[in-house]
């Protein structure tokens, strides 16, 4: 990275540091990888690389989920495929939709994660990429099975403690 902005290859230095950004994911060390993403994020933006700038965000999404801030994690997700979807980027389109959509079952919608793994596998299917139509195709079998969530508090002190009470014998 240091030859690259010796030489001023904005684009060389941010995908330095997205590659950087990558690597501290994959060591857990996420605030770092957050850093490293948002500065690739700001140089593609500077050198007008809209297809390093959905990177850069889904890379961010991806790294937000890792913290579970799946909040941002949605956002920045959007974000990078509002812009494969404006250049066209099929390949693209498919792969963040794919994390957009597991983002979004992590927050419990179900319904709009189940759209976007199913649009996200129909792209993958139209482009030809098998693996990833049956790893979509996993995905939502497994989203599509998820139970009804059980209540999880008593509906009222006194059910609270006749389960404790039951529990106990």
């Given at each position: ?48 690389d809209r297809?390093?700038?959905a990177k ?53 919608r179900i ?59």
């Amino acid at each position: 990275m240091v030859i690259t902005r010796e030489i001023g290859d904005r684009n060389g230095e941010a995908i330095s540091l997205g590659n950087l950004g990558s690597v501290s994911t994959s060591l857990g060390q996420y605030t770092q990888a957050i850093e490293y993403h948002e500065q690739a994020l700001a140089i593609t933006r500077e050198i007008g690389d809209r297809n390093g700038e959905a990177k850069s965000l889904n890379n961010l999404g991806s790294a937000y989920g890792s913290i579970g801030d799946y909040v941002k994690a949605i956002d920045y997700h959007e974000q990078s495929l509002a812009i494969q979807r404006e250049i066209g980027d099929l390949g693209g389109q498919a792969a963040y939709g794919f994390n957009l959509g597991k983002a979004l079952a992590k927050v419990g919608r179900i319904p709009d994660a189940l759209a976007a793994c199913r649009h996200a596998r129909q792209l993958f299917a139209d482009i030809g990429l098998d693996a990833d139509v049956q790893y979509c195709d996993n995905v939502i079998t497994q989203l599509s099975t998820v139970p009804a969530q059980p209540r999880t508090k008593p509906r009222n002190p006194l059910a609270r403690l006749w389960h404790w009470f039951k529990q106990c014998l």
